[in-house]
């Protein structure tokens, strides 16, 4: 068959991508592909080691969010495990990954289903979020927004009704509360001893989205610069293509 362009193709298995979709499946081979190539033993088991940033860089048609929701679907129908009990240190933001492969053999040998019969509990899922979005993500906006008044020395409110929409939007965007306190602690940390820029340690600033995705990738970078873990991620030119 004549490829319609000349480049590095990425593979996915028909059928693994009938039954999760395609995007799961094709992240499945990724990691699939890291655990055979760098993959490290540790209780029993063979574990690749990565960061959010670290895949969207293997991954370059993906953003940070993207990546997220795909791991973290992955990770609720156990689909691959993850941790960081492995990490040396608590600043470390990269995460531990393994495939169940007992489980993905099953998953193969099933008739295909829909993607409603294959997670029927996503079926509802819109109407809990009417449900529920405002209690949980009130109680996350007054976190965040505590956790910056404590750590800024300021008094916003947490009912306002400019940083709660700031805020839920970027949360809706799959950042975490633990996102927004690293881009606290990071922007913080950049104007704290800064007359002119301390004045913009404020959630229309921090949370606008295009700033929040640039000070957390700062943040991440930072914190990967600064990792002094003995036995780090091995970086190679060949990211995210096959042999």
Not at 131 to 154: F, G, M, V
Not at 208 to 221: C, D, H, Q, T, V
Request: hydrophobic letters at 30%; one cysteine or more.
């Amino acid at each position: 068959m004549k490829l319609l362009v000349n480049d590095r193709q990425l593979f996915v298995s028909q059928s693994l991508a009938a039954r999760i979709g395609v995007e799961e499946a094709l992240f499945l081979q990724q990691l699939h592909y890291r655990l055979e190539t760098q993959g490290v033993k540790k209780d029993g088991h063979i574990w690749y080691r990565q960061t959010y940033q670290g895949w969207a860089k293997q991954c370059c048609y993906w953003s940070i969010p993207k990546v997220k929701r795909l791991i973290t679907k992955l990770e609720r129908y156990q689909i691959i495990l993850s941790s960081n009990k492995f990490n040396s240190f608590n600043t470390d933001r990269s995460k531990w990954y393994r495939i169940d492969y007992e489980k993905l053999d099953k998953l193969l040998q099933k008739k295909i289903y829909t993607q409603e019969e294959l997670f029927p509990e996503e079926q509802n899922l819109s109407e809990k979020k009417k449900t529920n979005t405002n209690i949980d993500r009130s109680n996350e906006i007054a976190n965040i927004i505590h956790y910056l008044n404590e750590k800024a020395n300021k008094q916003f409110n947490e009912q306002s009704k400019t940083n709660t929409r700031l805020i839920k939007g970027i949360l809706k965007e799959g950042y975490t509360v633990e996102d927004c306190y690293l881009v606290i602690d990071e922007q913080i940390r950049n104007w704290k001893n800064d007359l002119q820029m301390q004045k913009y340690l404020r959630p229309i600033t921090l949370f606008r989205p295009g700033n929040f995705e640039s000070y957390l990738n700062n943040a991440l970078i930072r914190i990967q610069e600064n990792d002094y873990d003995p036995a780090p991620v091995v970086l190679d030119f060949d990211e995210g293509d096959y042999e």
